[in-house]
């Protein structure tokens, strides 16, 4: 019978910029206001991806930005998720048909959890990283048994 497992510790996110138009990314500053409170989640925004749990990502990967994702990517300890923050990331939204773009970000490196929207309200934002440390907690389960 397998246990059902939590967190040990918060859930520490580092935010990365792919080149979004700031939407999302003004969204995210608002879910960090004491009004929605995520550290109640224990989420804490870190300024290292080698010391983050999560990678949240903001817009539609451009052509400069596409090495440095994967480089922050691969930076960051095991187990990880990434987290898609708003349409331009997940499809390349209003952008999807720029000369710029390398595409949208699971183009380039893995996505777990997508919170739609352009932009998304704090409330979705918070529902994607519950969801994060839910799938999260499955993972560090899964490398106990």
């Keep these: 019978m397998k246990m059902t497992t939590s967190l040990n510790r918060s859930l520490w996110v580092f935010h990365f910029n792919s080149g979004s ?7 995210i500053v608002a ?3 004491p009004r929605y409170d995520p550290e109640r989640f224990g989420v804490k925004l870190v300024g290292s991806p080698r010391h983050a749990d999560v990678l949240l990502v903001t817009g539609p990967v451009t052509n400069q930005m596409a090495d440095r994702l994967r480089l ?3 930076q960051m ?3 990880k998720l990434v987290m898609v923050v708003g349409t331009c990331g997940q499809s390349g939204g209003v952008f999807s048909t720029s000369y ?4 949208p970000i699971d183009q380039i490196i893995p996505v777990d959890v997508y919170v739609p929207g ?5 409330e979705a934002i918070i529902q ?5 440390i ?6 560090q389960g899964d490398g106990e048994a």
Excluded at 21 to 27: L, T
Excluded at 128 to 132: F, K, P, R, S
Aim: hydrophobic share 35%.
């Design 21 to 27: 138009c700031n939407g999302c990314d003004i969204e």
């Design 31 to 33: 879910t960090l206001t």
């Design 72 to 74: 922050v990517y691969a």
């Design 77 to 79: 300890p095991g187990p």
């Design 100 to 103: 710029n773009l390398a595409g």
């Design 118 to 122: 352009c932009a998304p309200r704090p």
């Design 128 to 132: 994607g990283v519950v969801t994060a």
């Design 134 to 139: 839910a799938k999260l907690e499955r993972l």
